[in-house]
C-alpha cells in the first residue's frame, strides 16, 4: 500500500483537487471573496436587525417569526417538519425568551459577518453561522439560507486556508511572528 504524504505548504502531486481547496495556502485567494461576501450577508443581515426597535426592544419581530414558524394550518403542511423544534419554539415563545434572543441573534449576525470580513476566527464564525442557518431553515424559513449553509460549511472545512489572508494568520502564528521581530531587534547593531 503506497503512503501519501502532504506538506502543510506544497501539497505533493498526489493529493486531490478537494484536499489542496481545504489545505493549501495559495487557495486563500480563492476562499477571501467568498468569506467576505458570506460576510457582508451576515453584516447586512445584523445590522438592520441591530437598528430596528423590533429586534432590540423586545424582541417584537423575533416573537411573531416564532409565532408564525409554530402555527398549525387547517390545510396543507405546517412551516416547521419536525414536532420537537415546534416544541422547542413554543417553548422559547412560552418562556418569552425571544425578549433577549432578538437581541443576541441581531449582535450575533452582526459579530459573524465582521469575523468573516476581517478574517477573524474564521472557523468559530463560520460554525456559528452554519449554526444560524440551520436554525432558520428548521423553523420553515428557507430563502437564501441553504446557500449560505453550504458557504459556511465549505469555509468551516477550509478554516485554516480560509483566514489565511486576515486576521487569522496574525492569530495562529504569533509566536512566530513576535521571535522574528526579536530576532531582528537582537540583531540590530547596538548604539556605543
Known amino acids: ?49 441591530i437598528t430596528e426597535a423590533a429586534w432590540m426592544n423586545g424582541g417584537v419581530a423575533l416573537k411573531g417569526f416564532w409565532t408564525g414558524a409554530v402555527a398549525m394550518p387547517e390545510g396543507g403542511r405546517p412551516p416547521i417538519a419536525f414536532d420537537w423544534y415546534r416544541s422547542f419554539l413554543q417553548t422559547l415563545l412560552d418562556a418569552e425568551a425571544y425578549t433577549w434572543f432578538a437581541k443576541l441573534i441581531a449582535v450575533g449576525e452582526t459579530m459573524i459577518g465582521i469575523a468573516l470580513i476581517l478574517g477573524a476566527l474564521v472557523g468559530v464564525a463560520a460554525f456559528f453561522g452554519a449554526f444560524l442557518n440551520w436554525n432558520f431553515m428548521m423553523a420553515g424559513s428557507a430563502s ?49
Open 144 to 192: 437564501t439560507n441553504p446557500l449560505l449553509f453550504v458557504i459556511a460549511i465549505a469555509l468551516l472545512l477550509a478554516w485554516r486556508v480560509s483566514g489565511y489572508i486576515g486576521l487569522d494568520y496574525v492569530l495562529f502564528n504569533a509566536r512566530r511572528i513576535r521571535d522574528r521581530v526579536a530576532t531582528r531587534h537582537d540583531n540590530l547593531p547596538s548604539e556605543a
Open 1 to 49: 500500500m503506497a503512503t501519501i504524504s502532504v506538506s502543510r505548504n506544497i501539497p505533493s502531486e498526489q493529493t486531490s483537487l478537494v484536499q489542496r481547496l481545504f489545505t493549501d495556502r495559495r487557495v486563500a485567494l480563492l476562499w477571501l471573496p467568498i468569506r467576505v461576501w458570506l460576510g457582508l450577508q451576515w453584516l447586512e443581515a445584523g445590522s438592520h436587525k
